[in-house]
């Protein structure tokens, strides 16, 4: 019952730790999430001729909306745990959810759920993924990009020479979540592990660019002054900070037909 106690209470403070980061940085979000719209454009081209079947359509974590404005469907409601996001969101509806609850019912039997740079916020990325792709209709889709276990290498390599533990949250493995989401029933339309960089900077800029992002949160405790000069101290000042994304857009089957 302890344990039980404490993942619960480690869950609960990591939630209002993304809310709170997220809230202070929302008016200038949108100024610093060059990658995140970049990759919602991508989405939207991969989705322009989806044949989605009725249903309810949903953006999960949906933030300002930069991945709704850039999809072709229409209507979807923006759900997001930060309701200073959802105020610079332009869609409507929205609604203030926290998405390591599962969804709200009336997403069962989805249409469409797209989901952009939130899946690796919640307690159980793979076990929500799961999730979603069962709350879909037959024939319904998933539209997604999360960031995954192969990012910010050159950060785990530097705390790695400093001897100091590395404060990045720790992201989902893409083949876990792929797997997930075959066991769940979803059959993939395009699936790629992609790889950005953003310019050489050294490590004090990107984490500050982090920290405006409202993308800072983690469970693990902040590194001290000492540790963090040690951190800055072994980065890698000529390489560029790297992001792993997985892009999967996929449908549920279909049932199969019954014979004669």
């Known amino acids: 019952m302890n344990s039980l106690l404490s993942a619960t209470d480690s869950r609960s ?9 997220f ?9 610093q999430a060059l990658l995140q719209r970049a990759v919602a454009c991508r989405l939207g081209r ?7 079947p009725a249903g309810p359509r949903a953006d999960l974590g949906a933030g300002s909306g930069l991945l709704s404005r ?6 979807l409601l923006q759900l997001d745990l930060c309701p200073e996001l959802l105020q610079h969101n332009p869609q409507q509806p929205t609604l203030v959810w926290d998405l390591n609850d599962g969804l709200p019912s009336a997403l069962q039997g989805a249409a469409l759920l797209a989901s952009g740079f939130a ?10 993924l799961g999730h979603w792709c069962r709350s879909l209709a037959p024939g319904g889709w998933l539209v997604l990009a999360v960031p995954t276990a192969g990012s910010f290498p050159q950060w785990h ?9 590395c404060t990045a ?6 083949d876990r979540l792929l797997q997930a989401a075959a066991r769940a029933g979803l059959h993939p339309y395009h699936s790629r592990v992609l790889r950005f960089s953003r310019p050489h900077q050294g490590g004090l800029a990107a984490l500050r660019h982090l920290r405006r992002l409202g993308a800072g949160a983690s469970p693990q405790p902040p590194l001290g002054a000492s540790e963090l000069r040690r ?10 900070l790297t992001w792993e994304v997985l892009v999967l857009v996929g449908h549920r089957d279909h049932p199969a037909a019954s014979g004669p």
């Open 231 to 240: 951190l800055l101290a072994n980065w890698p000042q000529k390489t560029s």
């Open 119 to 128: 899946l690796q916020w919640l307690d159980d990325p793979a076990g929500q």
């Open 13 to 21: 403070a990591l939630s209002d730790q993304v809310r709170r980061q």
């Open 157 to 165: 390599q530097a705390a790695a020479a400093a001897g100091v533990a």
């Open 23 to 31: 809230g202070r940085g929302a008016a200038g979000y949108e100024a």
């Open 46 to 52: 991969l989705c322009r001729d989806l044949p989605l």
């Open 70 to 75: 850039a999809l072709p469907a229409q209507g």
């Open 169 to 174: 949250l720790e992201l989902p493995p893409a």
